[in-house]
């Protein structure tokens, strides 16, 4: 089992590192959002799984050939009131390591869902006070501010915001293609999305994979709702919204904005070719034996 968690501890590696810099730099991603955001979080999950997985099964290695015996065998003997004796030190320290690891992972993954929730319910609260609702479009909010802006609050009881300067500065087919973005993030749950890398970036800052996986998921997600609004609106009309809202920038954040807008403009204005067929059904394999292989390796009698 050494030889197990030597692979796994590899793979683990890989992922969180090299494989998640190449994939932040690739310029595919912007044929096939969709595809990509699947090999991401399998990037992640299966990092995640082979990390802790290396350290398990390391750490039990003493005790039998597969984890799911050396397991029975832990199982027995705690139950007997006992302790393994083959469990030296060196063995118990991985084992121990790897449960720290996700124990660590996992709390920063709740305190982060839990302090998104209360923050987005402090944020509906004052929606309900000062903003009102728009009359053209359920669940639509207008606050009474000059500057372009537009957002949704996902959730329970999601609302979609714009400001009275959004109103100002478009027709009603930008506002409509304004929505038509923000909805998408709504329903495909892009905030869903995003927490797992925000937590795993949080629990290992020092790694810069971790780093790039988050800023190339939030380019994605971006991407994916401008493509469904594309669909449903005329493209000019969200390529005037994106101007719109995008000159609102904050000049402090300026430079960076305005590039990545102007990135968004152009793939709106001339999208890019679909991915051939064989390629896209490629991804999602890759995707799915990113998270299978270790699996199969931790859990194979």
């Known amino acids: ?58 750490g039990l290695s003493p005790l039998g050939d ?25 063995h118990l320290g991985a084992l121990l390591i790897a449960l720290g690891v996700l124990l660590r ?22 929606l309900d006070v000062l903003a009102t609702p728009w009359p053209f479009a359920s669940g639509t909010r207008v606050l009474d501010h000059p500057v372009p802006v537009a957002y949704c609050l996902p959730g329970r009881g999601s609302r979609l915001v714009v400001s009275a300067g959004v109103l100002d500065a478009l027709d009603t087919a930008g506002v409509v293609a304004v929505l038509a973005h923000e909805r ?7 905030d869903l999305v995003v927490l797992p890398f925000v937590a795993w ?25 401008d493509d469904v609004a594309r669909k449903l609106c005329d493209p000019t009309e969200l390529v005037t919204a994106l101007k719109a809202i995008g000159g609102s920038a904050p000049a402090a954040a300026l430079t960076s904005f305005s590039a990545a807008l102007e990135a968004r403009i152009d793939r709106v204005t001339c999208p890019p070719p679909p991915l051939p067929a064989a390629l896209h059904w490629l991804i999602r394999a890759v995707a799915l034996a990113l998270v299978a292989v270790p699996l199969w390796l931790l859990l194979a009698p």
């Open 201 to 225: 970036g949080a629990t290992a800052p020092f790694v810069r994979g971790m780093v790039c996986a988050q800023l190339a998921v939030a380019r994605l997600i971006e991407m994916r709702a």
């Open 1 to 58: 089992m050494q030889l197990t968690a030597l692979g796994l501890g590899l793979l683990g590696v890989l992922l969180a590192e090299p494989v998640s810099r190449v994939l932040s730099r690739a310029s595919w991603p912007g044929r096939d959002p969709v595809g990509a955001l699947l090999l991401w979080q399998a990037v992640g999950l299966g990092g995640g799984i082979s990390l802790f997985g290396a350290g398990l099964a390391y």
């Open 105 to 126: 992972l996992l709390s920063v993954l709740v305190i982060t869902t839990v302090r998104t929730l209360r923050t987005r319910r402090r944020h509906r609260d004052l």
């Open 184 to 190: 998408a993030h709504l329903r495909e749950r892009h």
């Open 66 to 90: 597969s984890l799911p015996a050396a397991t029975g065998v832990l199982v027995r003997s705690l139950a007997a009131g006992g302790f393994p004796r083959a469990l030296d030190p060196l």
